[in-house]
């Protein structure tokens, strides 16, 4: 599904990311971990074609996108989840997923070949259901997450960039959330996940790569990483 070699990124004259090597499969789940500032948020945006300066090589169901453009990405099929949500407030939450549709394509999994609606959304995201004509300036911090990655599905998306999802949420939210990450894995979509509880990260995550000040550092399954106490300790602070 994801082939990154040699990944580099800039902002401005600054090197941020320092040649990162990925591979991820149809349903899987990558976490990237680190401490803040470690570039995990900077690879999501050098992936979807956000910096303005990056090189390596990057493979998206066997096409070259290593220059392509943020819209012509997604297009093809890669959907972003930015850690600040980026809902439209004024628009309410049929409005927020309408604005999002795309056709369905023919991918990685049933799931992109079916094509996502605001029906299966919903059964996705209960809590959604329950406000369609919520503006998302009402929503709490947690709906406006589930909203944000429901309209990413919109766009029947065969891998998802997903940063921080747990992150200032009610714990009830973010268990729900993971139930959705695992449920989008059950249907064969692939995830890259920024995530910087490791509980979190460790109940939905098949691999593990740790960054620290852009390069990584250490990658290996989320069960070799929970089971080396040092590497945590090393990495992670834990």
Known sequence: MLEVRGLCGWYGAAQVLFDLDL?????EV???MGRNGAGK???LKALMG???????????????ISQAPAHA?????????????????????????EVARQAPRVGASATTAAGWTVERLFD???????????????????????????RTLMGNPCLVLLDEPSEGIAPILAEQMAGAILGL???????????????????????ACVL????LRYSASMAELLADRQARACWLGL
């Open 23 to 27: 591979q991820l499969r149809p349903g």
């Open 185 to 207: 894995k059950e249907q064969g979509v692939a995830i890259v996940l920024c995530e910087q509880n490791l509980g979190f990260a460790a109940r939905v995550a098949d691999q």
């Open 30 to 32: 990558l976490a990237l």
């Open 50 to 64: 956000l910096l303005e300066k990056r090189s390596g090589q990057v493979s998206f169901m066997g096409r070259d």
């Open 41 to 43: 948020s900077t690879t």
């Open 73 to 97: 990405i997604a297009r093809l099929g890669v959907g972003y989840v930015p850690e600040d949500r980026r809902i439209f407030s004024e628009l309410t939450v049929m409005e927020n997923l």
């Open 124 to 150: 996705l995201f209960p809590n959604l259901r329950a406000m369609p004509d919520r503006l998302g300036a009402r929503m709490s911090g947690g709906e406006q997450q589930m909203l944000s990655v429901a």
């Open 212 to 215: 620290e000040q852009g390069r």
